[in-house]
């Protein structure tokens, strides 16, 4: 399929493929690996369900089915491991399009993907309230599920055991201070949540808590996870998903972590990505903060703030140990709203540095309901394979696969 029409800016990055998702724009990305077939398995933004793009070409994407789910519900994250596919169900925020006076559907499905390109359900786990989000599954045994039941203000962890995924049992869960509401507690910070997903390594649990901070869990007891530490983010950063992701490297004590743009037009309080220091778990530390991105000398604007729409990071390429993903740990794959996809040297923790960019054009036709101040491009999310093709979604475009020039899968 060819490109959308208007100009994109690169650095180091060459755009090879596109898809617009059966006009149906994508947002989170998980990938799976069937013999010498590849598959992207996309949440959804402005439709309820998930779609499969086959990317085995990733200069002919293979738009292959859109699955649909419940009305009047938020779908948007997947994960895959071990042939199975977590997807999730909540309901839709305010503002998003949340129909009031009509269900939702709530929870995560479990599906098989023995045949790739028509996943059977397995099962449908329910929070018992308002459903999970950016639940985290590498595999194995446990399912992390970042969840809403009954009873609390904001998301919490659930532990979920699917060791049969036909039947997924609850076995433990963790949240902060005040947010049980319905068990007498007073209530958290405002903008305390679990925004997740939980990100495991070994027995320990890394949590991006939002206005809640960074927290280090200890999952050693999956029925009785304990914080270790928690390191604060906000102030100076805004409260409501001051941190939004925390990927730990595997072969250095480090995290890499970063907050989410909400406001559009930059009213907010600054957004960053930053390295946090857990060689002492119980006391982490954060040692450097990303540049911020510069806009190309021949853009048509001077600043980010000034294209419109949001401007800050979102979401970053995680390995979660699947063969199957890159695993270098020297970049960082980070989307940025308006300031698009960003690739970051991170080799020396003390500096990181920006290596490469990709900007998509802006979007010609409106698809969903934002951005609302202006119809500019937002990359959303971010998935690197370990052949070395780079993935990234849209909140009005489709499926862009990328080529980063330095990078040696």
């Keep these: 399929m060819s490109f959308p029409e208007g100009q994109a800016f690169a650095h180091n990055m060459t755009a090879v493929g596109y898809t617009d998702c059966d006009r149906k724009p994508a947002f989170k990305l998980a990938l799976h690996q069937a013999g010498d077939r590849w598959y992207l398995y996309t949440g959804l933004f402005w439709h309820s369900g998930f779609s499969i793009i086959d990317v085995t070409d990733p200069e002919n994407l293979r738009f292959v089915k859109y699955v649909e789910g419940p009305p009047n519900t938020w779908t948007l994250q997947v994960q895959v491991a071990d042939g199975l596919l977590v997807t999730s169900q909540e309901k839709i925020m305010d503002g998003w399009g949340h129909v009031e006076g009509q269900p939702w559907g709530e929870g995560a499905l479990i599906w098989d993907l023995s045949d790739p390109e028509n996943p059977e359900l397995l099962s449908h786990w329910k929070t018992g309230g308002y459903g999970t989000h950016r639940n985290y599954y590498d595999g194995g045994r446990y399912l992390y599920a ?7 203000e904001g998301n919490i962890l659930q532990i979920v055991d699917i060791d049969d995924p036909k039947n997924p049992v609850e076995v433990g869960r ?10 007498g507690e007073k209530g958290a910070k405002p903008g305390t949540m679990l925004h997740g997903g939980a990100y495991v390594k070994g027995d320990r649990a890394f949590l991006p808590y939002s206005a809640g901070g960074f927290v280090v869990l200890d999952i050693s007891d999956k029925t009785n996870p304990k914080m270790i530490s928690d390191l604060p983010f906000s102030p100076p950063f805004q409260a409501f998903i001051a941190v939004h992701t925390a990927v ?3 072969e250095r004590d480090l995290v890499i972590v970063n907050s989410e743009a909400i406001k559009e037009n930059c009213e907010e309080p600054l957004g960053y990505a930053g390295i946090v220091d857990v060689a002492d778990e119980a006391n982490p530390r954060l040692m450097s903060l990303f540049p911020l991105p510069v806009p190309p000398e021949d853009a048509p604007y001077r600043t980010f703030c000034e294209r419109g729409g949001r401007f800050g990071p979102h979401n970053q390429h995680q390995p979660q140990y699947q063969d199957h993903l890159y695993q270098g740990e020297d970049l ?3 989307t940025y709203f ?9 080799s020396d923790a003390t500096q990181p540095r920006e290596v490469a960019y990709f ?3 802006d979007p010609t036709e409106r698809l969903g309901l934002l951005p609302a101040s202006k119809l500019v491009a ?9 052949r070395g093709n780079i993935f990234i979604t849209d909140k009005n475009l489709g499926i862009y696969s990328l080529r980063y020039d330095g990078l040696n899968p």
Excluded at 146 to 152: D, F, K, N, S
Excluded at 378 to 386: G, N, P, R, Y
């Design 378 to 386: 937002q990359t959303e999310d971010v998935i690197v394979d370990a």
């Design 248 to 250: 730990p490297l595997q």
């Design 332 to 334: 960082c794959f980070l």
């Design 174 to 183: 963790w949240w902060m201070e005040g947010q049980h509401v319905a068990g």
């Design 338 to 346: 308006n300031a698009g996809l960003r690739v970051y040297d991170v």
């Design 359 to 361: 900007l998509p054009p």
């Design 146 to 152: 970042t969840g809403l039941p009954e009873g609390y």
